[in-house]
């Protein structure tokens, strides 16, 4: 996993160093599961008040307060934290839409993310009738609210599949200088970093692009050497750099897997497979003689 990337962003990362995005839930797939959560939580409701109501008649009024406030709370805050805990950050609805709750770098939430988020929640939908949340999720790109920022969550299209980018390409006209270049491994959040914004440059603003190819390239140039030719673009030099590097590593690998099959002769899985003794050849049986006469057996 990655620790660093554009912005210290965090991610799940192939060995190849190709980080998944995984995609976030819009704002009206969580609307339409807290609607599902929220007919849930009043049938809940009306359920628990009827059980109080039916204890009223045989309790006093202090009982039948505390009652009411265990309701509510149960309700309110216990029954969210316990489906977010055992379903793994699922909800009723959001098992319905396909909808799950995890972490910013895309991992499992537990008990202590469920409970930030279920005590924001209390505030930020149910006092506030849902304003404070509408307002925060529409301010940024993953629909997150309060209770998602201190708890450092949000929530996913479980029923998406992931889609990996391909390997970047060598620039054709930047190939010879690669190949004679002296090319360090790079780091791992240098070069995650380097292909999101390979991919994600036709969709950033140019200040922020530009700015961020610069910071890049810089980074990559420590590890690079000579230059690259005068005038180069930043993104093809970038994307030749890990272009020829994958190609040097695919090749040692080659090598070494060619190495070893020179001096095993053959896979020691199998070699070791084989019986121990299977080349030592069975003793040879002693053909019998002519029988003996019983002065022979006696003279012995």
């Known amino acids: ?11 799940f990362v192939t060995p190849e160093a190709v980080e998944l995005d995984v995609p976030a839930a819009n704002l009206g797939l969580r609307m339409c599961s807290g609607f599902i959560d929220l007919l849930i939580t009043v049938a809940i409701f009306f359920l628990g008040f009827y059980l109080v109501s039916q204890t009223a008649l045989f309790a006093d009024v202090a009982l039948l307060q505390a009652l009411v406030i265990l309701t509510v709370v149960s309700v309110l805050v216990v029954v969210p934290i316990a489906q977010e805990t055992l379903m793994r950050g699922r ?3 959001k098992l319905a839409l396909g909808l799950r709750t995890v972490r910013d770098d895309a991992g499992p939430i537990g008990f202590r993310h469920a409970v930030i988020r279920a005590l924001l929640m209390y505030v930020e939908v149910w006092l506030s009738g849902g304003v404070i ?4 999720a529409i301010s940024n790109t993953k629909a997150k609210r309060l209770g998602d920022y201190l708890a450092g969550t949000y929530v996913v299209r479980d029923r998406i599949r992931l889609k ?3 390997p970047p390409q060598a620039d054709p006209l930047l190939i010879e200088w690669a190949r004679g270049s002296d090319i360090a491994t790079l780091p791992d959040a240098l070069t995650v970093a380097v ?6 440059s036709a969709t950033m603003t140019a200040a922020s692009h530009s700015g961020m190819t610069a910071q890049l390239y810089s980074n990559v140039m420590e590890h690079v050497s000579p230059p690259p030719p005068q005038g180069a673009p930043p993104l093809a030099v970038m994307s ?7 190609n040097r ?3 040692r690998a080659q090598r070494h897997d060619h190495i070893r099959a020179s001096v095993l002769g053959r896979d020691p899985l199998q070699a070791t497979a084989e019986p121990v003794f299977a080349s030592t050849p069975p003793p040879r049986a002693t053909p019998p003689g002519p029988p ?4 022979e057996s006696a003279s012995r």
């Open 164 to 166: 990996i980018a391909g």
């Open 91 to 93: 909800t009723v609805g």
């Open 249 to 251: 590593d695919l090749v």
């Open 292 to 295: 003996r006469t019983p002065a």
């Open 195 to 200: 292909r999101q914004i390979l991919s994600r």
């Open 240 to 246: 030749t750099v890990l272009a020829e590097r994958r």
């Open 1 to 11: 996993m990655a620790t660093k990337g554009i912005l210290d962003t965090q991610g």
């Open 133 to 136: 949340a509408m307002l925060v």
